[in-house]
């Protein structure tokens, strides 16, 4: 199998590479527009946003960027690089930022506040389970997380995240103050799915879990090859779940 770009400006694209590796594929780092045309899918890894688009601009990398998209290559982004692939973003700082687009949603930049208030929740996950086996729920890291407010009706939603509907009498940067009767929890999406494109509002890389890499690969694997619905990535590792997490980085377990 083709290596993998992963777009390497800012952010946790070692991770992302460290887990392609763990499944036997190469993740070549892409920092230049040209470099594009060595890969046939691309993972935006999460970081500061608005750094990293800053970054992408300083290179001309968004041109190139969106003709990747346009050309329907598999691109998936995780945290900032669902901000990335979103058609709209709100929730931005003074000026907004660029965005390649392709994702027919709107997300929230920083939906779940601030980097205190990132946490880790259990996801169902009922589309990844049936694709690659393992547990029904997924340990999501969030880290300043954004999420998907609205989607259009070409957008499939994989994982929702339960959130708790609080009357908030007082918000601070460090302190919270709210009702003590809670309304029943809503929920907010998290990960969606568009044709080619994934965008995923939490780290996956940042777990042992290899799922939704190994789930990736195979939309590599079927937009590259049309009529095969295998993968078999470089040295024959098998990309199906195994409960046996490889870990070459200290990553949440």
Known sequence: MAAVGVLALQGSFNEHIAALARLGVKGMEIRKPEQLQNVTSLIIPGGESTTMAKLAEFHNLFPALREFVKMGKPVWGTCAGLIFLADKA???????????????????????????????????????????????????????APAVLEIGPGVDVLAECPVPSTNVLYSSSAVQIQEENSVPEEKVIVAIKQGNLLGTAFHPELTADTRWHSYFLKMASEAGEGTSRSVVPAGGVDLSYDGKPRIDLPIFQ
């Open 90 to 144: 709100v929730g931005q700082k003074t000026g907004g930022q660029e965005l390649v687009g392709g994702l027919d949603c709107t997300v929230h930049r920083n939906y779940f506040g601030s980097q205190i208030q990132s946490f880790e929740a259990e996801l169902p996950v009922p589309e990844l389970a049936c694709k690659e086996g393992g547990p029904e729920m997924f340990r999501g890291v969030f880290i300043r």
